[in-house]
């Protein structure tokens, strides 16, 4: 198992500018969730799901979309960029509602100009 | 609402040292509280775990033990190597805001030292 998988590992994007955060996971998991990680924030929960065709969002949702059209791909967008979103970007899934341990990808480092 | 303070970071020791982070938590219900670690240039990975009162999570010589009496979950280690070197992070999440909604601390910075 890849576990779960994130491209691209860095990205700069100028302001404005759209773009899609990939994330994959191959262990049949059905919660899936994005966070950003800032410095001297830790990790804040952007969007997750709870299955396919269902997402929620989280405590920082705004400027960013997600859809969840498969169990295995749940990707990230920013439709227009701002320098505000540059920071590191997390994709975790666990496999039940009662499961506590999430599982994370190795992350997305994103500078916007 | 639920938050997780650590205290900051770095803690810098000498390897075979005693380390001590210390984590408290707010929350409304009875949380689960977690110790996940992140080594330099990866993703983060569960440390510990406890899902109640007094319950002491263990692994691979760390050690915190959920105290409710004084709301913490302190990281401990009675020999730390320098591949122990990393930023740990405490969290929790509550069965009523939901188990996905993990709460993070701002992360403590671990620099060991041969």
């Known amino acids: 198992n890849a576990g779960v998988t994130q491209t691209p590992k860095f990205q700069v994007l100028k302001t404005g500018q759209s773009m899609t955060l990939q994330c994959a996971q191959d262990?049949?998991?059905?919660?899936m969730s994005w966070y950003r990680q800032d410095p001297g924030m830790g990790l804040r929960l952007i969007h997750y799901?709870?299955?396919?065709?269902?997402?929620d969002q989280g405590e920082v949702p705004n400027g960013y979309n997600v859809s969840r059209s498969t169990t295995e791909d749940f990707p990230l967008r920013l439709l227009s960029a701002a320098p505000s979103q540059t920071s590191v970007y997390f994709c975790?899934?666990?496999?039940?509602?009662?499961?506590?341990?999430?599982?994370f990808g190795p992350g997305t480092r994103l500078t916007v100009t | 609402g639920n938050s997780v303070t650590q205290m900051e970071g770095p803690v810098t020791l000498s390897e075979e040292a005693f380390l001590t982070i210390n984590c408290t938590y707010t929350?409304?219900?009875?949380?689960?509280l977690f110790w996940y670690v992140q080594y330099p240039g990866e993703g983060l990975q569960l440390l510990l775990k406890?899902?109640?009162?007094?319950d002491k999570g263990s692994n691979k010589g760390f050690e915190a033990t959920y105290r409710k009496e004084t709301t913490s979950f302190h990281l401990e280690k009675g020999s730390v190597q320098v591949s122990d070197s990393a930023v740990y992070f405490c969290?929790?999440?509550?069965?009523?805001?939901?188990?996905?909604?993990?709460?993070f601390g701002t992360g403590t910075r671990l620099l060991v030292s041969p």
């Open positions: 969290a929790l999440s509550d069965r009523y805001t939901g188990f996905q909604k993990l709460v």
């Open positions: 406890a899902t109640k009162a007094d």
């Open positions: 929350a409304t219900g009875y949380p689960s």
């Open positions: 975790a899934s666990r496999p039940r509602e009662d499961s506590y341990e999430q599982y």
């Open positions: 799901s709870v299955g396919a065709g269902i997402t």
């Open positions: 262990m049949n998991h059905e919660y």
